[in-house]
C-alpha cells in the first residue's frame, strides 16, 4: 500500500500561493523529491530536500521536516501553467536500497 | 542532448505476444529504473537497476523482466502481456543512487492489452 500522502486535488486562483503538503514514513534518509507533472508528460524534478528546513527555488520552495515525516512545497505567485499534478517521492522505512515510492499526485488548478 | 528515449510512444497489442519497450540514456547514468503510472495509483516502480548486470524487483514485478547488460541501456520485457498490464509506462535515470540524484524520465510509452 502506499506510504506517502498527499492530497489528491486543490485548486487556486491566479496569482495566490498555494502550499501542498505530504506526509511519509522516514527511511534511512536520502531525501525527499518533488517532480511536477502536465497531462500527458513525464514528471520533471522540481526540488530535492534531505535536511530540515526550507530551499527556495524562485517562485517554488519546498520544506522538510524530517522528524515529522513532513514535506511541503510552496508555489508562489501561481500561474495558470502550473496547472498539473504534483508528486513527491522518497524511499521509505525498511525499503530496500534503490526503491523509491511517489505519492498518488495533488492535481493543482490554477484559475483565472 | 542529455536525454533518456523510449521507444515505442504507443502500442496496441493482443494478450500473449511477447513484446519490448526499449530505454536508453546518454547521460552516463548507473541507475535506472521503469514505472507504471495508472488513474489513482500513482507512479509505482516495476524495477531497477543501480548499475550493468545488477537489478531488483519495485513494488509491482509481476509479469515483467528487465536485463541491464550495457549501462545505457534498461529494456522492459512482458513475455506475455495481459490487459491488467494496460497501463502508461516510465522509464528514469539518474547518475547514482549513492547520491540520490533527480531522476530523469523518458516521454511515456502507452501500453494497450486488448
Known amino acids: 500500500g502506499q506510504n506517502i500522502d498527499q492530497p489528491t486535488e486543490m485548486t487556486a486562483t491566479e496569482g495566490a500561493i498555494v502550499q501542498i503538503n505530504c506526509t511519509y514514513q522516514?527511511?534511512?534518509?536520502?531525501?525527499l523529491f518533488w517532480y511536477q507533472q502536465h497531462a500527458g508528460e513525464a514528471p520533471t524534478f522540481l526540488s530535492y530536500?534531505?535536511?530540515?528546513g526550507l530551499e527556495e527555488k524562485g517562485r517554488f520552495s519546498s520544506f522538510l521536516s524530517r522528524s515529522k515525516g513532513y514535506s511541503y512545497l510552496l508555489l508562489k505567485e501561481l500561474q495558470m501553467k502550473d496547472s498539473a499534478s504534483y508528486l513527491c517521492?522518497?524511499?521509505?522505512?525498511?525499503?530496500?536500497?534503490?526503491?523509491?515510492?511517489f505519492g498518488r499526485g495533488t492535481q493543482l488548478t490554477v484559475w483565472p | 542532448e542529455a536525454q533518456v528515449t523510449q521507444n515505442p510512444r504507443y502500442l496496441i497489442t493482443v494478450t500473449g505476444k511477447k513484446l519490448t519497450v526499449t530505454c536508453s540514456q546518454n547521460?552516463?547514468?548507473?541507475?535506472m529504473s521503469w514505472y507504471r503510472q495508472d488513474p489513482g495509483l500513482g507512479l509505482r516502480q516495476i524495477y531497477y537497476?543501480?548499475?550493468?548486470?545488477?537489478?531488483d524487483k519495485g513494488d509491482v514485478p509481476e509479469g515483467y523482466k528487465v536485463s541491464r547488460k550495457e549501462k545505457r541501456n534498461f529494456p522492459l520485457i512482458l513475455e506475455s502481456p495481459s490487459p491488467n498490464q494496460t497501463s502508461l509506462y516510465f522509464c528514469?535515470?539518474?547518475?547514482?543512487?549513492?547520491?540520490?540524484?533527480?531522476?530523469?524520465f523518458g516521454d511515456g510509452t502507452r501500453l494497450s492489452i486488448l
Open positions: 530536500n534531505v535536511l530540515d
Open positions: 547521460m552516463n547514468h548507473e541507475y
Open positions: 522516514t527511511s534511512g534518509f536520502n531525501g
Open positions: 517521492a522518497a524511499p521509505l522505512r525498511g525499503s530496500t536500497l534503490g526503491r523509491l515510492y
Open positions: 537497476s543501480m548499475n550493468v548486470e545488477v537489478t
Open positions: 528514469a535515470s539518474s547518475l547514482s543512487w549513492a547520491q540520490v540524484q533527480p531522476q530523469h
